[in-house]
Structures are given as structure tokens and as C-alpha cells.
């Protein structure tokens, strides 16, 4: 069963008139507790506060809430863990209140069951119909409006792993569940999330591992033809680490032949 912790809200319980759930008002994380600790515990920490920056409301994590975590990594080693930090809440409408206070939940699940298959045997990826429409001023964050991604789930065919994903551009821009890092010889190419798409904490820590193994790592445009010519393709997110990528849609992949070294380098 889920466990669930509501802090910052009146009594403990998260109001009908929260603004997550009015309007998606709000951010998450979703963590890995390993070996007694949350992997980059501090970075998930510091993307929420600049992520409540960017929606225009202040929060910041304090010394009772990374005690909690910390235990709470103790108590449930090989777990999801998930913050979601509302706005808080507010009246009828659009218009945000001019006081908000925020209200994080903090939620714990098992890792997905098939993960470490996907780790030991990588995966393959469908190209779904659903595109990302362009937000520049919500690309990147976390935020709760995932709609987009609903809708994705529901294209995904039975028996297949994974999917990927474009803009409405036709650009390359992520999975359903991850980003994604495109390996030609020395020079590694991630998409650039300018316009939509989410900024994981992993796909920041695989680009600072890349370089510091002497790849070229870029930021950049991707379309599906730059795509198809990599030689090898890794999906990421904070649960699952790096994976190989094996297939997209006709094409076969071998795996990375570094990629356990940038898993030992992550883990």
C-alpha cells in the first residue's frame, strides 16, 4: 500500500479548493532511496524551489523535511520516492492568491517491477501519434500538468516497452517516461528542451558524467533522421539510472559498449 504524508496543510488533509488539483498548480519529483540515502537528494530538492520560481510561488526545502527524508530512506531502501508540492490553496479561478502556502506530499511506491529487466536487457520504442505542444515558459520544470503524457500512456501497444516522443515541430524530444541521449562515435547528442518537454535530474547527471569521460556532449535539436544515424541510444530517469535503447520502431541498436562504465560512474 501507497504510505502518504500531507505537510503544511490544515489538520494534515489536502483541501478540495488545492490548487494540484484544480489546475495542476504545482511541481514533483520522483526519487531513488538506495543504500540508506535519496540519490541527489539536493538536486531534486534545489529543481523543486526553481521550479516554484518559475510558476511564481517561493518555497524551500528546510532541515525538517531532509531529516524526514532521510529517514524515510532508511526505512524503505529500493523505493520511489515522491515530493509533490502544490501551491496550496486558493478560491474559484485562475488568478492565484498573492499569499499562497505551499503543500508538499510526500508519497512512497516500489520500483516498477520490470526496471532491472529494462536495466539488464535494455528496451525498445515505438514512435507514438500524441505530440508535444510548445510552452517555453513550462519547458523543462516538473510540473503537474501531465495530460500530455496521459494521453501518451494510452497509445502505448500491448507488449511494448516504451515510446518515444515529438513536438509539434516533429522534433525528437523525449520518452514517455525519459529522456533520451543519441551516441555517434565520441559526440552525444540530448535533445534541447527549449520549447517543451522535462529536464530530468538524471539526464543532467549523465551530461556531467559524458563530459567528464571525454565524450562531446550537445544540447540540441534532434530530428528523426539524426536519430535513425546514431549508433547507439541510452534512455534515462531517476528510478531506472541510464538503459540501452535496442529498438526504434524498425531500426535494432546494439547497447553502448561504455555504458557500464556511466552506470558505475551514476550509481
Known amino acids: 500500500m501507497t504510505e502518504i504524508w500531507v505537510a503544511d496543510a490544515p489538520n494534515g ?12 498548480d504545482g511541481l514533483f519529483a520522483t526519487m531513488l532511496s538506495s543504500g540508506g540515502a535519496i540519490q541527489f537528494l539536493d538536486i531534486h530538492l534545489r529543481r523543486l524551489h526553481d521550479g516554484a520560481a518559475r510558476l511564481g510561488f517561493s518555497w524551500t526545502a528546510g532541515e525538517a523535511l531532509r531529516s524526514h527524508l532521510v529517514q524515510l530512506a532508511i526505512q524503505h531502501p529500493a523505493h520511489c520516492i515522491k515530493l509533490l508540492l502544490s501551491r496550496g490553496s486558493g478560491g474559484r479561478g485562475y488568478q492565484p492568491p498573492t499569499s499562497p502556502q505551499p503543500v508538499l506530499l510526500i508519497s512512497i511506491h516500489p520500483l516498477p517491477s520490470h526496471y532491472q529487466q529494462w536495466q539488464q536487457q535494455g528496451i525498445k520504442l515505438v514512435r507514438t501519434q500524441v505530440q508535444l505542444g510548445h510552452q517555453p515558459l513550462l519547458a523543462g520544470i516538473k510540473h503537474l500538468n501531465r495530460l500530455e503524457q496521459v494521453l501518451i500512456k494510452t497509445t502505448i501497444p500491448s507488449g511494448v516497452e516504451d515510446v518515444w516522443v515529438q513536438d509539434c515541430d516533429g522534433q525528437v524530444i523525449e520518452s514517455s517516461i525519459g529522456n533520451l541521449f543519441f551516441i555517434s562515435g565520441e559526440r552525444v ?14 539526464r543532467q547527471q549523465i551530461m556531467e558524467q559524458l563530459l567528464d569521460m571525454g565524450l562531446n556532449v550537445t544540447a540540441t535539436a534532434v530530428s528523426p533522421q539524426l536519430m535513425f544515424s546514431a549508433n547507439h541510444i541510452l534512455m534515462s530517469n ?3 539510472g541510464a538503459v540501452a535503447v535496442t529498438g526504434v520502431d524498425n531500426m535494432d541498436y546494439q547497447p553502448w559498449p561504455r555504458l557500464p562504465e556511466l552506470c558505475h560512474k551514476l550509481s
Do not use: E, I, N
Open 238 to 240: 531517476s528510478l531506472l
Open 189 to 202: 547528442m540530448t535533445p534541447a528542451l527549449s520549447y517543451c518537454g522535462v529536464a530530468g535530474v538524471m
Open 13 to 24: 488533509m489536502l483541501s478540495p479548493s488545492d490548487r494540484a488539483l484544480a489546475y495542476g
